[in-house]
């Protein structure tokens, strides 16, 4: 099964972004996403290189956001779209069956879409108002988690969802309790001072019922 915990990288330049991921590995998070916009496939292709390496040495997963081709190109473990990004049958038709896929979502509708194009698990969000990304779907919120995991639940679909969207350490407990399987955060740990501290408590929280 899927590490409970992602990490979406942040930093507006190679090295910013290189500090970031490391940090996160360093402190006990073992899924990254990259998500590097805007800039140069030079830029894209050279980080995407590092962290991969990074990411190996940590033996963590590395998820690509929004790029098939660069996941292709560096052989990353997957790749992470948007709602308005690469189709998931045409990301699976250049990727091949053994690579993950995952894939944004803010509806019910969107989800049972994505399941039947075949994606590996969903980002389901954005949970609240979060000042990581541009042009936000609506805010879910805790009622609109609840509603859409008991139509997961009553439907009997099974697919990994991370809550996603302005997360912080006090919203994880109630989270959890809707019925997701982990979380994927960017800022709470960039800005942390004490990322070990954090990821750790994350991690016991995401895992607290788990059974080894």
């Not at 050279?46 to 033996?59: D, H, N, S, T």
């Amino acid at each position: 099964m899927y590490n409970k915990l992602q990490y979406i990288s942040q930093g507006n330049s190679i090295e910013a972004q290189l500090y970031n991921i490391h940090q996160a590995l360093d402190n006990g998070c073992d899924w990254v996403q990259m998500r590097f916009k805007n800039q140069t496939s030079k830029n894209s292709f050279a980080l995407a290189e590092a962290v991969k390496f990074l990411c190996e040495e940590y033996l963590a997963n590395f998820i690509i956001n929004d790029n098939v081709y660069l996941a292709q190109q560096i052989a990353a473990d997957g790749v992470h779209l948007g709602l308005s990004d690469t189709k998931i049958d045409d990301a699976r038709a250049i990727l091949g069956n053994t690579k993950i896929i995952g894939a944004t979502a803010n509806t019910f509708e969107d989800i049972t879409t994505h399941i039947k194009n075949g994606c590996d698990y969903i980002g389901l969000g954005p949970f609240q108002f979060t000042t990581t990304k541009e042009k936000l779907s609506p805010i879910l919120g805790l009622e609109g988690y609840h509603e859409i995991m008991q139509k997961i639940k009553n439907h009997n679909l099974e697919i990994p969802i991370y809550a996603i969207g302005g997360i912080t350490l006090e919203n994880v407990d109630q989270l959890i309790e809707t019925g997701i399987h982990g979380i994927a955060v960017s800022g709470i740990i960039t800005k942390s001072p004490e990322k070990g501290k954090l990821i750790t408590q994350l991690n016991e929280k995401l895992y607290a019922n788990v059974i080894i």
